[in-house]
């Protein structure tokens, strides 16, 4: 399988703890993104990667939130001292560049803060 | 600002029925791309198709087809002989052409098809 990967698929985490997901991209995607999707709503932008450099990131990315894709490959999101609302799924997406982007997405981690 | 609305939450159809989803979008782009998401059970979002604004060819894939109207904003999707494996969240999402692809989605419709 080649497609875009996440781990872990499911995390159930104690309010005030730190949790990290990672997400592995199409390899020759040098786009990535992340997303989050509450019940009932689409997905929601937070963050994107062109390569290593992180280029954009929504207002809804707290400062608990931070991401990173260190060698332009795999992508890892964290978030510190979580919060029930933080409960969502988190889904990650690559593209390649070109004139017609087409975004990829990931089996998304879907996060429990008790 | 983007906006996606899909006002349809919910659809429940028999097998074999025919099924349109519908979604009518805003932006001030001039330049744009439209696209459909289908999400089963499972959570991952299934790329179906994009659409760029400069076309309005209509587009058919086996029983998928996809009605774009520009002067009334609007870009449905259409499943003929509609089947149970077609149960699933379908997302409607719109994006700038230029520059990076910061997706804009729509709230969902969730179909689903009852033998």
């Known amino acids: 399988d080649t497609g875009v990967s996440q781990d872990p698929r499911h995390k159930i985490t104690k309010r005030g703890q730190n949790v990290t997901f990672r997400c592995d991209p199409i390899?020759?995607?040098?786009?990535l993104y992340w997303y989050r999707q509450t019940l009932g709503q689409g997905p929601e932008f937070l963050t994107y990667f062109q390569n290593e450099a992180q280029l954009e990131k929504s207002r809804l990315l707290s400062d608990r939130f931070s991401a990173e894709r260190p060698k332009g490959s795999f992508s890892t999101l964290e978030i510190q001292r979580t919060e029930q609302g933080d409960s969502a799924m988190y889904l990650c997406?690559?593209?390649?560049?070109?004139?017609?982007?087409?975004?990829?997405f990931g089996p998304g981690t879907r996060l429990l803060v008790l | 600002a983007q906006k996606v609305t899909q006002a349809q939450t919910e659809i429940s159809v028999v097998e074999k029925e025919d099924v349109t989803l519908d979604c009518v979008y805003e932006t001030r782009d001039t330049t744009y791309y439209l696209f459909w998401y289908k999400q089963p059970p499972s959570g991952e979002l299934v790329f179906l198709i994009r659409r760029n604004s400069f076309d309005e060819q209509n587009e058919i894939s086996g029983r998928y087809s996809w009605n774009f109207q520009k002067s009334t904003s609007s870009f449905n999707f259409t499943i003929t002989a509609s089947q149970v494996v077609d149960s699933a969240v379908y997302f409607c999402?719109?994006?700038?052409?230029?520059?990076?692809?910061?997706?804009?989605f729509g709230t969902g419709t969730k179909l689903q098809v009852i033998p």
């Open positions: 997406a690559s593209s390649l560049v070109q004139v017609q982007e087409t975004q990829y």
């Open positions: 999402a719109l994006s700038s052409a230029g520059g990076y692809q910061k997706v804009t």
């Open positions: 390899s020759e995607h040098n786009r």
